[in-house]
């Protein structure tokens, strides 16, 4: 098959832009590989297509620059095996999903042990968020991620260098563009509030807008705060829920096929419930 993207069934609005969208890529097919292919789906296109307030040309500049930055940072072949030694502390992992059916990642900074190893945690990164993308369920339009800042014990000791918070942020904003519904930022100490202001300036205006800060002047307070977007079933005790730490993250596992694939199924069944 020659064309740049198949078609996949999406919600009617904007189907006219997606259209015009799929032809600019389908004129440069012979440039893509099938795996660049395979990434256009309709709702990659209409997320770009939104990302650039619908305007063709940015859009379709933006999805190219992320076909080519995939390519180039061989996201398709990122494993578990490939990334475990930086995660294995359970800094940053998927788990469950909130209210809404939105996978969750989860980003503990205290757990930081490999603050320095720059392309290491941008690659342990990406694995992070291409599995929260595996855990959705765009054509029931379950196509966004929420992600909880947990900054309990956040110092400058384990605070990310200003390259790599700079990085991570064009990741998100340039190649992960629409996927963010909420970013939840727990027990933010007033120093933490210093090294938001100082990346604020790198933030775009609609990643802003989606940035809650959970506060309350008790942990009981804090943990209805949370509720109102995932349940304490679903969080760990050391982020105000009922899970053990034990039971929410064990690198063992995590960090395999099957692992992911549990995952996954954690996140259908969650929706399942939600909707039964």
Known sequence: DTSACQPHRM?????????????????????????QKAFCTDFTLRRYLVARSGKLEKAFDMLMSTLEWRKSF????????AVAENGKTG???????????????????????????????????????????????????IGKMAVVLDCKDFSAFNAPPMKTSRATLNILQDHYPERLGKFLIVDAPWYFHAFYNAIYPFVDKVTAEKVTFITGKDPAARRAALDAFIPPSRLPTGIYGELEESAFFSAASFFTPEGEQRLRDDAAEQRRGATN
């Open 11 to 35: 919600a009617s609005e904007m189907q006219k832009e997606v259209q015009d969208l799929r032809d600019l890529l389908n004129a440069r097919s012979a440039e893509l590989t099938e795996s």
């Open 74 to 81: 061989d996201v398709d072949n990122i494993t578990g095996a």
């Open 91 to 141: 800094k940053t992992h998927v788990a469950g999903t909130d209210k809404t059916g939105r996978p969750v990642v989860f980003m503990r900074p205290a757990r930081e042990t490999t603050k320095n190893d720059h392309d290491g945690n941008l690659k342990h990164l990406v694995y992070q968020l291409e599995l929260a993308v595996s855990c959705m369920d765009e054509p029931n339009g």
